[in-house]
């Protein structure tokens, strides 16, 4: 049945679906070749404003959120019309067993100060590697903090490893200032799409239908050199970009799935929650282009090596 199901649902069009961005790791003053962080977000900026389209950013202060230069960052987006949520503040991995929840909790609280009086500020919180805890009473402890708080949680439909390809592209500019920037971009879209049609139909799978989207990417270079291409790259292929908010109105969104180790994307997390299992092995079986497998961090990597990138 499974395999029957993933002929039809490779087969699908994507045409109508929905998608909305979120960055996270904002404001990520780590310092870059070729356009420094400041550059970064004003690129990113012009490119949303040019095509219309609102993003989500999460943030935290590890990165550099709380100095005057990130704060800048976090009021130009604010300005900008963008929403803005919760990162936490040390981005701490919740299932590292010498995480406790109050030290979780409590940085958390400290990370929500760097934004909460902007304009834009939305009480949802995403976590940090997409973990929600190793153990139930953190998982759960933490579950019922966030329902006290009346904050919901930043759930990713799609996720990406653009933060790979991001680190392959600084080392090569380190090295070479001045080298050819289209075959990372062209690898780039290549990964994005194959993530998207991969977790469309694991959603489809998951849920019984379509949901719309909710991407995710990173506040880093790549991004500041290409997000306008990748905007237009999606809406070439037929989706939509919509405002987060309206993403997140569907009400999968709402869920707190008690999958352990707890995170992860949301049809992942889901699936794992029901003991649904066999997916994407049967996906990457039924793969008849091998572009169609780069939504793997192990395939993106191989594919980085043997270009040379």
């Not at 002929?7 to 929905?18: E, I, R, Y």
């Not at 949303?48 to 976090?74: C, H, M, W, Y």
Request: with cysteine; aromatic share 12%; net charge neutral.
């Amino acid at each position: 049945m499974l395999r029957w199901m993933l002929v039809l649902l490779m087969a699908l069009p994507l045409s109508a679906q929905k998608v909305a961005l979120s960055l996270d790791d904002a404001p990520f003053l780590r310092p870059a070749p070729r356009m420094a962080a400041p550059a970064q977000h004003q690129a990113m900026l012009a490119a949303l404003k040019a095509r219309k389209v609102q993003a989500f950013l999460f943030t935290n202060g590890v990165n550099g959120g709380d100095s005057p230069e990130g704060q800048a960052i976090f009021r130009a987006w604010s300005q900008a019309g963008h929403l803005l949520a919760n990162h936490s503040y040390s981005y701490w991995d919740l299932n590292r067993p010498d995480v406790t929840l109050e030290a979780y909790e409590a940085d958390v609280l400290r990370g929500e100060a760097l934004i909460r009086d902007l304009p834009g500020f939305t009480k949802r919180f995403r976590y940090p590697f997409l973990r929600a805890g190793n153990t139930v009473a953190k998982r759960d402890g933490f579950y019922a903090f966030l329902r006290a708080r009346g904050d919901a949680i930043g759930h990713v439909s799609i996720d990406t490893a653009d933060w790979l390809l991001d680190e392959r592209l600084r080392k090569r500019l380190e090295k070479e200032p001045t080298a050819d920037l289209a075959p990372y971009r062209e690898l780039y879209l290549k990964h994005l799409w194959a993530c998207a049609r991969f977790y469309d139909a694991w959603s489809r799978e998951v849920f019984g239908r379509e949901v719309p989207h909710v991407i995710l990417m990173h506040s880093r270079l790549l991004n500041g050199l290409f997000l306008g291409d990748v905007i237009d790259f999606f809406r070439a292929k037929g989706w939509a970009w919509i405002g987060p908010g309206e993403a997140f109105m569907d009400p999968v969104y709402a869920l707190m799935p008690a999958n352990l180790p707890a995170g992860e994307a949301l049809a992942d997390a889901v699936a794992a929650e029901r003991g649904l299992q066999g997916f994407a092995k049967a996906w990457r079986a039924k793969a008849a282009d091998p572009d169609d497998l780069l939504f793997s961090e192990n395939r993106l990597t191989e594919r980085m090596n043997q270009l040379g990138l």
